[in-house]
């Protein structure tokens, strides 16, 4: 196994949406009920990386495993400096590390990016997501009961944030997102 993360391209976008898939079909960590098309994870990943918002994949040799992206936690601009995070690895690759790799990537270039807060919203309250953010340095700042109901039952979400470079210790570079 030689895991390594790079920038994702358009070319990704089958393997991310089939990896997607998986986990809007069989889980409760996206509220989706229908997945999204390779042509609609296209315009995601342009989406994204128009903004110059990091989207990373994980790839064991040239094979997609994993995938993570930060955009902007809400488009207000007050939220400039804040992003909430989307992680997903492989239903098969659970457990190999791929998430803490990726995820720890993600928060790196999140930084460099200029984002000073991280949210993770985790539907579902996943334990295997609640597990993977907090041994990443997040801590659960809230929980909403009831939020979603899939695969019938209620489903809670669970809140979890990180602080990036400076935090809210000191004043954003000027960047001209202020």
Same mark, same amino acid.
């Given at each position: 196994?030689?895991?390594?993360?790079?920038?994702?391209?358009?070319?990704?976008? #089958?393997?991310?949406?089939?990896?997607?898939?998986?986990?809007?079909?069989?889980?409760?960590?996206?509220?989706?009920?229908?997945?999204?098309?390779?042509?609609?994870?296209?315009?995601?990943?342009?989406?994204?990386?128009?903004?110059?918002?990091?989207?990373?994949?994980?790839?064991?040799?040239?094979?997609?495993?994993?995938?993570?992206?930060?955009?902007?936690?809400?488009?207000?601009?007050?939220?400039?400096?804040?992003?909430?995070?989307?992680?997903?690895?492989?239903?098969?690759?659970?457990?190999?590390?791929?998430?803490?790799?990726?995820?720890?990537?993600?928060?790196?270039?999140? #930084?460099?990016?200029?984002?000073?807060?991280?949210?993770?919203?985790?539907?579902?309250?996943?334990?295997?997501?609640?597990?993977?953010?907090?041994?990443?340095?997040?801590?659960?700042?809230?929980?909403?009961?009831?939020?979603?109901?899939?695969?019938?039952?209620?489903?809670?979400?669970?809140?979890?944030?990180?602080?990036?470079?400076?935090?809210?210790?000191?004043?954003?570079?000027?960047?001209?997102?202020?």
């Amino acid at each position: 196994m030689t895991l390594s993360v790079r920038s994702a391209a358009i070319d990704d976008a #089958e393997a991310i949406a089939a990896i997607y898939a998986h986990h809007v079909s069989h889980g409760t960590a996206s509220y989706e009920v229908v997945p999204p098309t390779a042509a609609e994870t296209v315009e995601k990943i342009q989406m994204v990386t128009g903004q110059k918002w990091p989207f990373l994949v994980a790839c064991d040799g040239s094979e997609v495993v994993g995938y993570g992206y930060a955009m902007q936690f809400r488009d207000r601009p007050a939220y400039a400096y804040a992003c909430e995070n989307s992680i997903y690895v492989a239903h098969d690759r659970r457990g190999d590390g791929i998430g803490k790799l990726l995820l720890k990537a993600l928060l790196e270039a999140a #930084e460099a990016y200029g984002f000073r807060q991280m949210v993770a919203v985790i539907g579902g309250a996943e334990p295997a997501s609640v597990a993977l953010h907090g041994a990443c340095g997040f801590a659960q700042v809230g929980r909403l009961t009831g939020m979603g109901w899939k695969a019938g039952r209620w489903l809670d979400t669970v809140y979890m944030q990180i602080a990036l470079g400076g935090g809210t210790a000191t004043a954003p570079a000027a960047t001209g997102r202020d």
